[in-house]
């Protein structure tokens, strides 16, 4: 080996040494982005360039050897230790992670089961906030998590939306019964009191199935028929009213009828009382004829007389009888 000069060493030896500590600041550098981006691959890297230094560069003084080897060694050494740091904390964070993933696949059955989401998403929502903020975490692992996730949260929505159209059209099935039951109790034309009822009675069948079905099916398929409900009934409401009206005005007719019955028979009355305040005062007169006849000529007339008189008696009373009784049925009338 060729001998160097005294000055040529030291100057050589200079720069060589001063190539090493760049490198050495650098990889210091490398370590510091280590503790935030933890690019520990990097840095290990360039650990291997910097090691073959060592081995390559020369001149390199004795002591200057020593100096850089020894903080070389140290930063290796503080880099090993935080990636033995890194992987129990992120192996630690994995593990926290898997935990809450099961514990979401026991949501999603359980919810699954009661038909019920809400608490599996909102539990789905502070996991993926963990993802974003809990580090460290190995990239692999963060991705395997993910996917893991992604697939549950995919599989969940999917039965979820299964689970939604399947109410859904069950929903219709319970809205198209009600509004069909309903339909059958609309009245388009003023029919009788019974047909009235029985279209009551459709109507309630109707709110029944409402009442008996409203847990299975959608705010909007319920809305849809206590709403055609409702206009029915109102119709229905309607109806009642006009025969109210009708049945009102009926009776008045009918008592105004019977009040004129009762007039007129009360006019029968007092015309027959009076007749027979006659006829009893004729039959009086003649009994009296009668009584201070001489002459048997008149007293055969007058008995004639009397008898006729007294048959017209009889009849009126009878009648009166009648009359009155028909102005007692049309009172009783009156007062049902």
Same mark, same amino acid.
Request: glycine share 6%.
């Given at each position: 080996?060729?001998?160097?000069?005294?000055?040529?060493?030291?100057?050589?030896?200079?720069?060589?040494?001063?190539?090493?500590?760049?490198?050495?600041?650098?990889?210091?550098?490398?370590?510091?982005?280590?503790?935030?981006?933890?690019?520990?691959?990097?840095?290990?890297?360039?650990?291997?360039?910097?090691?073959?230094?060592?081995?390559?560069?020369?001149?390199?003084?004795?002591?200057?050897?020593?100096?850089?080897?020894?903080?070389?060694?140290?930063?290796?050494?503080?880099?090993?230790?935080?990636?033995?740091?890194?992987?129990?904390?992120?192996?630690?964070?994995?593990?926290?992670?898997?935990?809450?993933?099961?514990?979401?696949?026991?949501?999603?059955?359980?919810?699954?089961?009661?038909?019920?989401?809400?608490?599996?998403?909102?539990?789905?929502?502070?996991?993926?906030?963990?993802?974003?903020?809990?580090?460290?975490?190995?990239?692999?692992?963060?991705?395997?998590?993910?996917?893991?996730?992604?697939?549950?949260?995919?599989?969940?929505?999917?039965?979820?939306?299964?689970?939604?159209?399947?109410?859904?059209?069950?929903?219709?099935?319970?809205?198209?019964?009600? $509004?069909?039951? #309903?339909?059958? =109790?609309?009245?388009?034309?003023? *029919?009788?009191? +019974?047909? %009235?009822?029985?279209?009551? &009675?459709?109507?309630?069948?109707?709110?029944?199935?409402?009442?008996?079905?409203?847990?299975?099916?959608?705010?909007?398929?319920?809305?849809?028929?206590?709403?055609?409900?409702?206009?029915?009934?109102?119709?229905?409401?309607?109806?009642?009213?006009?025969?109210?009206?009708?049945?009102?005005?009926?009776?008045?007719?009918?008592?105004?009828?019977?009040?004129?019955?009762?007039?007129?028979?009360?006019?029968? $009355?007092?015309? #027959?009382?009076? =007749?027979?305040?006659?006829?009893? *005062?004729?039959? +009086?007169? %003649?009994?009296?004829?009668? &009584?201070?006849?001489?002459?048997?000529?008149?007293?055969?007339?007058?008995?004639?007389?009397?008898?006729?008189?007294?048959?017209?008696?009889?009849?009126?009373?009878?009648?009166?009888?009648?009359?009155?009784?028909?102005?007692?049925?049309?009172?009783?009338?009156?007062?049902?």
């Amino acid at each position: 080996m060729e001998d160097i000069p005294t000055s040529d060493f030291d100057q050589q030896a200079t720069e060589n040494a001063g190539v090493i500590e760049v490198e050495l600041r650098s990889l210091a550098a490398a370590h510091r982005d280590g503790d935030t981006n933890r690019h520990f691959g990097a840095f290990w890297g360039q650990v291997k360039q910097v090691s073959d230094l060592f081995k390559t560069l020369k001149p390199l003084r004795r002591e200057d050897r020593e100096r850089l080897w020894t903080e070389f060694s140290a930063l290796c050494e503080a880099v090993k230790k935080d990636q033995q740091d890194f992987d129990k904390e992120s192996k630690a964070n994995a593990s926290a992670i898997e935990s809450e993933l099961g514990s979401l696949a026991s949501g999603h059955w359980a919810g699954f089961m009661r038909r019920d989401y809400g608490a599996f998403w909102e539990h789905a929502k502070e996991i993926s906030h963990t993802f974003k903020t809990l580090k460290p975490i190995r990239r692999e692992d963060r991705e395997r998590l993910w996917q893991k996730f992604s697939g549950l949260c995919e599989e969940t929505r999917s039965k979820q939306n299964d689970e939604n159209e399947n109410r859904r059209i069950k929903s219709k099935i319970h809205r198209d019964s009600i $509004l069909d039951e #309903a339909e059958h =109790a609309t009245l388009t034309f003023l *029919g009788t009191i +019974d047909e %009235l009822k029985a279209a009551g &009675n459709r109507l309630r069948e109707a709110g029944l199935l409402l009442s008996k079905y409203k847990h299975e099916m959608l705010g909007e398929h319920k809305q849809e028929c206590f709403d055609r409900i409702q206009e029915i009934r109102k119709g229905h409401d309607a109806w009642w009213e006009h025969f109210k009206g009708e049945r009102a005005k009926r009776h008045q007719d009918f008592q105004a009828r019977v009040r004129a019955n009762i007039a007129a028979n009360c006019e029968r $009355l007092q015309k #027959a009382t009076d =007749a027979l305040e006659r006829w009893r *005062g004729n039959a +009086d007169n %003649l009994r009296d004829v009668i &009584n201070s006849a001489s002459n048997d000529a008149h007293l055969e007339k007058a008995m004639g007389w009397l008898s006729e008189a007294e048959d017209k008696i009889r009849d009126i009373e009878e009648s009166i009888g009648r009359i009155e009784s028909w102005i007692h049925e049309d009172e009783q009338k009156l007062s049902s």
